[in-house]
C-alpha cells in the first residue's frame, strides 16, 4: 500500500467521515493492493517449490554409465561419482563397488532368492559369488570352521528330518542325511553319494541302548570361575533365552553377568535311564548355590538312575528360541549348599563327574572348558556405570527394544533370536582358534535331541 503524506492523509479521513460516498473508493484500493500483495506471496512460494523440485530432479548434472538405460542423480551431487544405476541393458544387472555403480554380469548361484551382479568386468564363471538370501527351503551355507556364510545355500532340514535324527545342515533334499545327532547312528547308503564330499548319505537310526554322547554345553556367569558341577547348563539357544530374559533387561545386568562359557561335555547315563523311555536323557533338576532344589532328589532320581544327567525342552512356541535346552549336571554332595558340603557328604554322594564316563551310576559326564566370549561382544558394546547413567539398556520389555544398543531387539521374532544364536557361535568359532589351537575345526557340534523324562 502506497504511504501518503500526513498531511493528504487527513483529508481522506475527514471527507470519509462527512460522506460515506467517499469510503468505496478507499476500501476498494485496499481490496485490489491486498489481493496484489497474496498474488504475489504465491507466485514466490510457487516458484520456490518449483526451484526445490527441479533441482532434486533434473539439475544441470548430466552422468551416464556405460550399458546402464536409467541414470539416478542424487539430489544435490556435484559429480558423477555418486551417480547409481537403477536398471541396466539385457543380460546385465546393478553393481556398485569402491569406483562407484556399474552394469556387469547377472549371475545365477543355485537355489538363490536373486541374481547377483558379477565383479565390474568379470563373468560369472570367474566370480566368488556370494547370494545374500536362499530361496525357501534353502538356507546359507556356513563355513566349517567360522561359521560364516559361504556364500551359497544348503539345504534345509525338514522338521521330519530333523525329529528322526539328521543333524542340522547336513540333510539332502531326497530325505537323506550325512550325520546324525547324538544318540542316533548313520545307516548309510552306497546309493546316495554326496556331491563333492566323497562321503556318504543315508538315515538316522535311533541307538537301541544307552551310549556316550559329546557336544557343547554353554553357562552365563559372573567374572568368578568355579566348577560346572552341581549347575545347570544350556545350549547355545538355551543359554541366549536366559540372557533374553533374566541378564540383559537390567542396567547393570542382572548377577552382573559379564561372559558365556562353553564346555565340551561327554555324557553318558546308566542304562536305567534309557530304559525309561528309550531316551538318552534323566529327569532335568534345578540347582541353586550348587544344591539340587528339587525335593526328593536322592530318593526320587539318585537312588534309582544314578547321578544322570537331565534335560529339560523350553516352549519354542511361547519363547522362539529353536533347539533351547537346560541341562543339570549333579556332582559332588549335590543334596547341600556350597557351603555345607562336609566331608562326610562328599564322601557318600560321590556325583556323576568323571574322567572317562562309562554309564555306570558314579561315572556320567565330564566337561572340559572349551573357551568363552563376552556379553559385551554380543550386544556389540562397552558396558559400565556410565553406559547405564546415561539412560541406555540392552533390552527394555516394555518397548522390546534396546537403548544404545539393538541387537536384543524384537523378542519374540523367531528369525531374529536364530541370528543372535548363530552370532553367539560365531564368536566362540573366533576366540576358539586362538585360545584352544588343538580343537580347530570343532567350531560346532550339533546338540542330542532333549528327551529327558
Given amino acids: 500500500m502506497l504511504t501518503p503524506s500526513e498531511d493528504a492523509a487527513q483529508e481522506p479521513l475527514r471527507a470519509a467521515a462527512e460522506d460515506p460516498r467517499v469510503v468505496q473508493p478507499r476500501k476498494f484500493s485496499c481490496c485490489c493492493v491486498a489481493s496484489t500483495t497474496m498474488l504475489a506471496l504465491a507466485l514466490a512460494v510457487g516458484a520456490g517449490l518449483a526451484a526445490y523440485f527441479l533441482q532434486g530432479r533434473g539439475s544441470k548434472l548430466s552422468c551416464s554409465i556405460q550399458a546402464c538405460v536409467n541414470v539416478m542423480v542424487p539430489r544435490g551431487a556435484t559429480n558423477c561419482s555418486s551417480a547409481l544405476c537403477e536398471s541396466c541393458s539385457s543380460g546385465l544387472s546393478p553393481g556398485r563397488d569402491g569406483n562407484g555403480s556399474y552394469c556387469g554380469a547377472s549371475c545365477q548361484v543355485a537355489h538363490c532368492a536373486t541374481s547377483i551382479t558379477a565383479a565390474r568386468g568379470g563373468q560369472c564363471s570367474e566370480e566368488l559369488l556370494r547370494c545374500p538370501r536362499c530361496q525357501d527351503g534353502w538356507e546359507l551355507e556356513l563355513d566349517e570352521s567360522t561359521l560364516l556364510p559361504t556364500g551359497n545355500c544348503s539345504f534345509s532340514c525338514t522338521a521330519q528330518q530333523l525329529q528322526t535324527g539328521c543333524a542340522h545342515r547336513s540333510c539332502q533334499p531326497d530325505g537323506h542325511c550325512s550325520s546324525c545327532l547324538p544318540g542316533f547312528r548313520l545307516r548309510s547308503d552306497d546309493a546316495f553319494l554326496l556331491?563333492?564330499?566323497?562321503?556318504?548319505?543315508?538315515?538316522?537310526?535311533?541307538?537301541?541302548?544307552?551310549?556316550?554322547?559329546?557336544?557343547?554345553?554353554?553357562?552365563?556367569?559372573?567374572?568368578?570361575?568355579?566348577?560346572?558341577?552341581?549347575?545347570?547348563?544350556?545350549?547355545?539357544?538355551?543359554?541366549?533365552?536366559?540372557?533374553?530374559?533374566?541378564?540383559?533387561k537390567l542396567c547393570p545386568r542382572h548377577y552382573n553377568i559379564s561372559r558365556v562359557l562353553r564346555y565340551k561335555v561327554t555324557v553318558f547315563n546308566p542304562p536305567a535311564v534309557f530304559n525309561v523311555r528309550q531316551g538318552q536323557f534323566g529327569h532335568y533338576v534345578a540347582f541353586d548355590s550348587g544344591m539340587c532344589t528339587v525335593p526328593n532328589c536322592t530318593h526320587d532320581w539318585w537312588d534309582q538312575f544314578g547321578y544322570s544327567v537331565g534335560c529339560q525342552l523350553q516352549d519354542e512356541q511361547m519363547w522362539k528360541y529353536e533347539d533351547s535346552y537346560w541341562y543339570s549336571l549333579p556332582g559332588r554332595c549335590p543334596s547341600q549348599t556350597w557351603n555345607n558340603k562336609s566331608k562326610k557328604c562328599l564322601r557318600d554322594e560321590p556325583g556323576g563327574s568323571c574322567a572317562r564316563p562309562d554309564g555306570s551310576r558314579k561315572c556320567t559326564w565330564n566337561a572340559e572348558p572349551a573357551g568363552q566370549v563376552s556379553v559385551d561382544a554380543l550386544s556389540q558394546i562397552e558396558m559400565s556405570d556410565a553406559w547405564c547413567a546415561a539412560g541406555n539398556?540392552?533390552?527394555?520389555?516394555?518397548?522390546?527394544?534396546?537403548?544404545?544398543?539393538?541387537?536384543?531387539?524384537?523378542?519374540?521374532?523367531?528369525?531374529?533370536n536364530k541370528q543372535r544364536v548363530l552370532r553367539l557361535l560365531q564368536l566362540f568359532a573366533s576366540e576358539f582358534d586362538a585360545v584352544e589351537q588343538e580343537w580347530k575345526g570343532s567350531a560346532w557340534l550339533p546338540a542330542p535331541q532333549c528327551d529327558g523324562f
Fill in 393 to 416: 539398556i540392552e533390552y527394555d520389555e516394555k518397548t522390546d527394544r534396546g537403548r544404545g544398543t539393538d541387537f536384543w531387539d524384537d523378542k519374540f521374532n523367531s528369525t531374529r
Fill in 195 to 248: 556331491r563333492g564330499r566323497g562321503g556318504k548319505a543315508g538315515v538316522c537310526d535311533k541307538e537301541e541302548h544307552a551310549v556316550s554322547m559329546q557336544f557343547y554345553m554353554y553357562r552365563a556367569q559372573d567374572f568368578e570361575t568355579y566348577p560346572p558341577e552341581n549347575t545347570d547348563l544350556a545350549s547355545a539357544a538355551g543359554v541366549m533365552w536366559y540372557l533374553h530374559n533374566e541378564v540383559v
